[in-house]
Each structure stands twice: as structure tokens, then as C-alpha cells.
């Protein structure tokens, strides 16, 4: 009676506690779930216009040379075509400037015709004198992104293709030197990993555009092959050279819109004071503004124009190909994609009208009327009819008060406008500079900001505002002081979900001010910014624009706003400050006669999904520590009470995962002292990894010891991961056991009825046997096949045991458990069926059941533990069924280290039980290796995801050791 009165005990606190953690862990997937949502759903909506082709596309095939088809099968090299474009190439007799499109993880060669038909029809509009032959790769939609055993042989098969090309103009008198190239994604890691070849030529490239690829590290890093890859490419960038140095890479990020490749992945990791390496978000780029997704950057029509109308500014109009200087080449690329100055780009290749030589400008003999304007602010509005009009504004009595002169004007015409002047004849202006290089392109006009203190030789300002052409136009200039303009709002802290707000009312009506958002500086951070104007009068105004500036990336993001009217902001960085220098700020374009009120709290919904969209890659780590400390303590209870716990409430025991952490910490604080760091490099141990919410890498040599501790501020999102991760893991394993029974369910039928617990169990040889298939199914073709197939064997033991238990439970005549303890010392509750019997047949007894229940929550936990090696193999499986027709065996496979003792574990582990387990002498040690493992997982695998495998298989190898003991 006793002992049945404890056992309702324990089920009645198992049941409380599996309450518990169902209502802790589905308020934390709720969380989850928000942040997914605002990862994948909250950010602007596409505005990219469409690219469409005018007629057919047509890919001419490039015959690669027998020895390269033979090396390299399922790779293929094709010239991009329409219309009569297409019928004079089929020959291959080409004269145009090569471009090389490489597509990313699983993309189609096809991707190119968005770039291709633009620049057919960039070349029809000059006539055909200058054109782009535009060459695409398919690498047969490879997932180089997450199997990294690839990307070696595209390298190698790109440098075969761009041979080919140039082969291709051998006959021309003035044959083209290099190719230009275009990678999305992963296309543009290949096309920066060509310099390790080692017969490569680096002058056969001198220009890169890559286009969300993340060029910092792998999203996922799933497989050494990808790491290592990564490394060779980083070490060689880094490096340097001058023949690096002289090619010139632009890399452009696709913004919030991108939820595949975070922004603060694709800046360059090159040496800082490099002059030719740029790196900028899509919504940055003049003329774009706008966020783009991982694929929609190929297609883009507004950024696809950009880079179209980059690469025909780079032609040499003798030589009709890529220009060779790498300076021009930069300021062509400045020009199209950082800050567009309004000004016909034909003008730099005249040095006297170079932004950086202050072109002279001659006003003498000019007609036209001039009007001296000693006012503070000037609105100006062009009449209908033509005129010539010029506005001198004298800077001697403006010096000492103000330290700019800022203008706005709403005519986006291509022509000179603001000019400063040397020499004057009254309220003439004879002799001045141009300025009109100050000049930047917004989304709703063009401004320009001059600094007083660049300009010691000038005595008067001049602006141009003719219309010749009888286009009317508007334009506001006005003096200003930066500091006077610059107002500091402190922001509110992370965790104050939105309940505290900092307001700031700019007093001064003018045309541009700046608000600091102090110690705005961490990825984790995300506000919410309300600018409200209000404005006297009714007349029709241009709208307002905000520019979020961040002074150490280009990552510049532009809001147009109606005036009066209260428009909300989100504002969160794509990249972390990498030193001291100024916090973000908020640059307001505005109406003269306006007021406005600037609102900042925090967004608690955007934070939780920054710290997804940077941490989410590390998610799988803690969900297999989520995994491993529930079977410890499901272990342990098996060890002291005989019977082990749900799974469920072991994991709603929460202070467990806690301990991980904890003692993870501690590793980071003895990492600061030097005898452990010496220690710690004697043992030969690799570097801890740390969370990726850090700066970006710029290219900067080395640190020697890499082992600093991660920030103080990254341990609170360490806890929100163990939670997230625990969730996770509770909610996966429920679903999959439901998922479990409702198939024991349907095969129940379909199997003949068994109340024997022992009835799928293999002997010895028959486990060999497997454990030797299996290793050799991992050897001749791929690991991560090995993998599968011992996990779906292990769900269908685990399938088999539920069957078991609902024939059990459907038996009536069940005897009492014996709880009397034998004479001869024997256990209670064994796995002896009742002792007494019906007509010589032996009852079944409870024990039996519960037995039958005790194995089958091991063995859930035992496949538990196997589900995550599977998953992460998964991209190399399909990688080899999508090459199976090309070779049998994955080269290089990244499981086949962990395939075989996994499989072998697994196979000794199907015919563990508890009666077995509990035995053992070495259950205990391995109960209390679980938590090191666990400590070790998180502090090697965050940014190698693949070695969760190892830890995983050392928790098993324990615990199949304990079934031999």
C-alpha cells in the first residue's frame, strides 16, 4: 500500500512539474514565434520593380575542353542571348567587354538575364558602339552554402571558364585582358577564392560585385570543408598584396528584406586602408533605397540599372573593354552606389572637372540676373518662362556665426548649380569654383552641404537656379551652425520593453537637422522612432526624409515622410561599432516653417528579432544541450529509484540548463587570467567561440590569442538561447512522439499483436552485422545515408515498444505487481512476468507494462539524442542524391568521421533497457560526463555547428559502453 501510495506521489509531481515546463516553454515558443515573425515578415514591403526581357532568352553553350567536361561533370559554361544578339553570337565571334555571372547556394545559371537583358538594352541605346558579352556558370544549383565539400571545384571550374572567355577574343586586335564578375551569394565567396588558386592569374580579374554574399563567414557552419574553405579565402585577403590590391570588389548587402544572409555578413574582411574594397547595404545605394531579399537582388531592376550603368561607364571607349586603372575604376563605382553627385559622369575624365580639382568657372560675359541675398534663408521657386538667375550670398558677415551652407533643391536636372566665388565686380560674380560635386542625391530632391571652413578663398556663395529648358523647380538654402543644428537624445535601455520613451522637439525651423542616438551602437538594440511635424499655413510642401547614418558601415537607411503627419520609424543595425567612435544618428531633411517632435523607445519585438536573426544559426547547439541534460537526469532518476522520469519533466527541471551556463561563464573569467590561458594553449585546445552579435572582422591581422572572453552584455542573450533552445527541444520532442504514435497506431493493424518487450531484439551478430552494413554504407557512398538509416531503424524500434505498450495496456488480465520481496533477495518489480498462471500459461503483470513504459522513454531519449547528427547531415545527403548519377561516393564527406561510431552506437543501444542499464557499473560516471560535454558543446560549437556531432556521439558511446557493462 505504501508503495503504491509513493508511486501515485511521483506521478502526481511529474504530472505538476510536465504542467510547468508546457506553460514555461510555450510562453518562450511564443516569444520564439514573435521574433520569427519579425525576422521573416517585419520590414519594409518590396519595392524592387521587375526586370523584364524584351524577347526570348536564349544560353548559347561554351564548349569547355574534353579534360575539364571529364573533371568536372554537371558543370557548364554559357553566353547569355536575345534576338539578333543571340543569332550573331551562336558562333561565338564576340567583341564585347566579358562579364561572368556565378550563381550562389542552389541558384540557377538563369539568374543572369536580368543582368543580360538590361545591358542589351543599355547597348542598343548607344547604338551598339559599346556592349558587354554577359557569361552565366551552372554548378547544377549545388547547396555550397551548407555542404562546403564543393566549393573547391567550382573555384577550380571558374578559373577553367574564365580562361575559355578570354580565349574566345584571342582574334581581336584589342583582346580583353580581364573579366569582370557578378556573385550572388555564395558566387561572389568563389569569385574572392579564385586569388588562393595556385596557377592563378590575378590580372584576369580586376573587378568583383558580389550581391549578398557573406563574405564574413558561413550562415551555417555545418562542415569543416566549409570553414576551412573560408579560412583559406580570409587568409589570403587579408594578407593583402599588391596584386589584391589593384583588384577592386564592391559588395552590396540586401538589407532587413534578406532574412537567408544578414547584412553584416557581406562587408569585406580586407585590410582597412585598402582604396579599392567597398562594402554597402542596398538601401544605401542612390537611386535604390530600398531593401531587397536574397533573391530579388539579382533581379532588382533599380539595382541591376546601377550596375549596368557602372559597367558601361568603366568601358574604355578605344579599347570597348574594361578600363585597367584602378582608381577610375573606383570612382565609377563611388559614383553609382555611395553618393551620387547629380552630375554627368563623362565630367571625371576631364581632371579640371574632377570633384577633388575644384573646377574653375568663369561668369564673365554671362547674362542673366543677379540678386545679392544677405537674408539667413532663401525659397526661391522658378517662374514658368525661361531665365537666367543667379543668387550671391557674401560669406565675410557669416563666418563667425555659422559653420555651413545647406541647401535642398527639387530639380534633379544633370547641371552645375552651386559654385563659389574668387572674384567679384559689386554683386557680380567674375571668376568662382564649382561646388556642385557637394551635391547628393535623396529619394524626394537633391542637397548640398558646404563647409565654410573648407573654403578660405571664396568670398561669396553662387547659386545657379536658370531654367533654360522652361522646367520649374523649387530650391531652400539656408546658413546654419552644426552644433546649434545637432541635438543629443539619450536612449532608452533594451529591456525597458517600450515603457520609457526619450522625446526631443527640435526648435530651430530649419531645413536639416541631426539627432544623436546616444550609446545606439549593438546589433541587440531596436527602437522605435515617431517623428511628428506640425506646420502653419496649408501650402503644398515637399515631403521630409530621414537618413539613419552609421558612421562605421554603409548601411544608410532613407524614410520619406508626408508633412504635417506623425511617421513611425524602426530603426536596428546590421553591424556592431568595432571601436569608439559616434553612436548612430538620425539626419531629418525638413520643411523651413514646421516643427517637429522626435519620439525614440525601445521596440521589444524588433529585439527579439535581432537576437534571432544574429544568434538563430546557434539555436541547434542549445537544443541539443536541451536534449542532453533531460537524458542525464532521466539517467539519474534510473539509477536511484529505478524507474527513469519523462523526458518532459526532466527537461521542466530549468535550473539544470542554467548550470551550462554558468559554468561557461566561469570559463570566460578564467580565460582573462594568463597562467590558464597559457595552460589552456599547452593543451592545445581550440579557440571558445563566441556569439556572432560582435563587429564585423575588417580585414585586421590576427589577434595571437584569440581567446577574449565574449562581452559582459552577451550573457543575458546566452540565457534567452538556453530558453529558446529548450523550447525548442520540448516542443520537438512532443511533436514528434505524437507524430510516433499516431504511425504505431496505423501499423498496429498491419503487425501481429505482441506483449513481449523483447520482441525486436537483435543479438549480437545481427548488431555487428548492422554496425558493419552501415560502415560500409558510409565508406562506398555517403555518411550522412549511414546516419539516416540508423536513425529511421531507431524510430521504428521506438515505434515498435509503442505498439507494445497499447497491446499491454488493452490486457484485462493483468495480475498485481509483486511487491513483496522474494526470499532469495531478488528486485522488485523485475522483468518477471506474474508467477502464477492460468490453465500452465504465466499472467502478465503490471511490471510487465511498466517495464515495457521504462524502455520506451529511454529509448525516446536515446533517439532524441540521435536526431540531431541527422539533421545537421541532411544538406550533404541531398547534395549526394542531387550528384548520384554524376559519382556514387560524396567527395569529400564530411560524416564519415562521425558516421561510424554513431552507427555503432546506436546499434548496441537498440537493445538497451533500463533492467540493463541500471546494472551498470558505469551508468553513474557517464551520468556525470553529461554536463561537461554539455559545457564543452557550448563553448566550442557556436560557431561549429558540426561539432555538436562529436559531443553528441561521445554521450552515446558512454552510454552504449553501459549496456556492455
Known sequence: ??????????????????????????????????????????????????????????????????????????????????????????????????????????????????????????????????????FTVDFGEELVALYGGSLQRQTRFVHESIRAILRLYRDLDAPPRSVAVVGHSMGGIVARALFTLPRFSPPIVSLILTQASPHQGPVLP??????????????????????????????????????????????????????????????????????????????????????????????????????????????????????????????????????????????????????????????????????????????????????????????????????????????????????????????????????????????????????????????????????????????????????????????????????????????????????????????????????????????????????????????????????????????????????????????????????????????????????????????????????PMEMSETLGGAARLYRVELLASLLHLLLRLSWFQAGWSTLGLPPVDALPLLAPDVGAPPVPEPLSPAEGWTRPVLLLLLLLGAAVAFWGGALIRLALRLLALLLGPLHRPCVDPESWHLGFRTQMALSLTLGLVAWATCGALALATVYLLYLYKVTRLMMTERTLKHVLNLAPQQTATPAGGGEVGGPQQGQGGCNGVPLLTVSALEEVQDNLRLQLSLSSLLAPPALLAAPSLIHWLRRLRYSLQLQPDPCWPSALPLVVSAALLMNCNTHTLRRSTLLSLSCRLQLPLCVAMVTFSLQHLYRVTYFLSASLGLYALCCLT
Open 222 to 643: 555545418l562542415d569543416s570543408h566549409l570553414l576551412d574553405f573560408y579560412s583559406s579565402v580570409g587568409q589570403r585577403w587579408s594578407a593583402g598584396g599588391r596584386d589584391l590590391r589593384n583588384v577592386t570588389v564592391l559588395s552590396v548587402g540586401g538589407g532587413y528584406r534578406d532574412y537567408q544572409v544578414r547584412s553584416g555578413l557581406t562587408a569585406l574582411p580586407c585590410p582597412p586602408d585598402d582604396p579599392n574594397k567597398l562594402s554597402l547595404v542596398s538601401t544605401a545605394v542612390p537611386r535604390t533605397w530600398m531593401s531587397t531579399d536574397h533573391l530579388s537582388i539579382v533581379w532588382c531592376k533599380e539595382l541591376v540599372l546601377a550596375t549596368v550603368r557602372a559597367f558601361f561607364d568603366l568601358l574604355d571607349p578605344d579599347t570597348h573593354q574594361m578600363t585597367e586603372d584602378p582608381v577610375r575604376r573606383m570612382a565609377v563605382l563611388r559614383h553609382h552606389f555611395v553618393r551620387h553627385p547629380v552630375r554627368l559622369l563623362s565630367e571625371l575624365d576631364n581632371p579640371a572637372l574632377s570633384p577633388s580639382a575644384s573646377a574653375s568657372v568663369s561668369f564673365s560675359g554671362s547674362s542673366g540676373s543677379w540678386m545679392e541675398v544677405r537674408t539667413p534663408r532663401l525659397s526661391y521657386s522658378s517662374p514658368k518662362e525661361p531665365r537666367v538667375q543667379y543668387f550671391i550670398f557674401p560669406l565675410s558677415s557669416r563666418r563667425r556665426n555659422y559653420s555651413h551652407f545647406h541647401c535642398q533643391n527639387s530639380n534633379l536636372e544633370m547641371t552645375p548649380w552651386l559654385f563659389g566665388c574668387t572674384e567679384t565686380n559689386g554683386s557680380v560674380c567674375l571668376q568662382g569654383m564649382d561646388l556642385s560635386w557637394a551635391t547628393e542625391l535623396l529619394p524626394a530632391f537633391k542637397v548640398a552641404t558646404v563647409r565654410l571652413g573648407d573654403l578660405p578663398a571664396v568670398s561669396h556663395l553662387v547659386l545657379g537656379v536658370s531654367n533654360l529648358s522652361g522646367r520649374q523647380f523649387s530650391v531652400e538654402c539656408e546658413w546654419l551652425s552644426e552644433d546649434a543644428r545637432t541635438v543629443a537624445v539619450p536612449i532608452p535601455h533594451v529591456l525597458s520593453f517600450g515603457l520609457s520613451v526619450s522625446a526631443v522637439t527640435l526648435s530651430s525651423a530649419g531645413l536639416l537637422h541631426t539627432v544623436q542616438l546616444q550609446d545606439f551602437h549593438q546589433v541587440y538594440q531596436a527602437f522605435k522612432i515617431t517623428v511628428e511635424s506640425q506646420c502653419k499655413g496649408t501650402k503644398e510642401r515637399l515631403p521630409s526624409v530621414s537618413r539613419l547614418t552609421v558612421p562605421w558601415f554603409r548601411e544608410d537607411s532613407f524614410t520619406t515622410m508626408s508633412v504635417p503627419s506623425a511617421t513611425q520609424i524602426f530603426v536596428k543595425l546590421h553591424t556592431s561599432r568595432p571601436d569608439n567612435s559616434s553612436s548612430a544618428a538620425l539626419q531629418l531633411h525638413t520643411a523651413p516653417d514646421c516643427q517637429y517632435k522626435v519620439s525614440v523607445q525601445t521596440s521589444f519585438l524588433q529585439v527579439l528579432g535581432q537576437v534571432l536573426r544574429f544568434c538563430g544559426p546557434v539555436l541547434p547547439v542549445y537544443m541539443a544541450v536541451s536534449v542532453l541534460l533531460p537524458c542525464e537526469g532521466q539517467l539519474l532518476s534510473l539509477l536511484h529509484s529505478g524507474r
Open 1 to 134: 500500500e505504501r508503495e503504491r501510495e509513493r508511486q501515485a506521489r511521483t506521478e502526481r509531481h511529474g504530472a505538476a512539474m510536465g504542467l510547468a515546463a508546457a506553460a514555461l516553454y510555450g510562453g518562450v515558443l511564443a516569444l520564439l514565434g514573435a521574433a520569427l515573425r519579425e525576422v521573416l515578415l517585419g520590414y519594409e514591403d518590396n519595392r524592387c520593380s521587375m526586370t523584364y526581357m524584351f524577347e526570348n532568352p536564349e544560353y548559347l553553350r561554351v564548349q569547355m575542353p574534353r579534360r575539364v567536361s571529364q573533371r568536372y561533370p554537371g558543370y557548364r559554361l554559357f553566353l547569355y542571348g536575345e534576338g539578333l544578339y543571340a543569332e550573331q553570337s551562336r558562333s561565338l565571334k564576340l567583341s564585347g567587354a566579358p562579364v561572368l555571372f556565378l550563381p550562389g547556394n542552389a541558384g540557377s545559371y538563369k539568374q543572369a538575364r536580368s543582368l543580360g537583358s538590361v545591358a542589351l538594352r543599355k547597348a542598343e541605346d548607344l547604338d551598339g558602339r559599346l556592349h558587354l558579352d554577359v
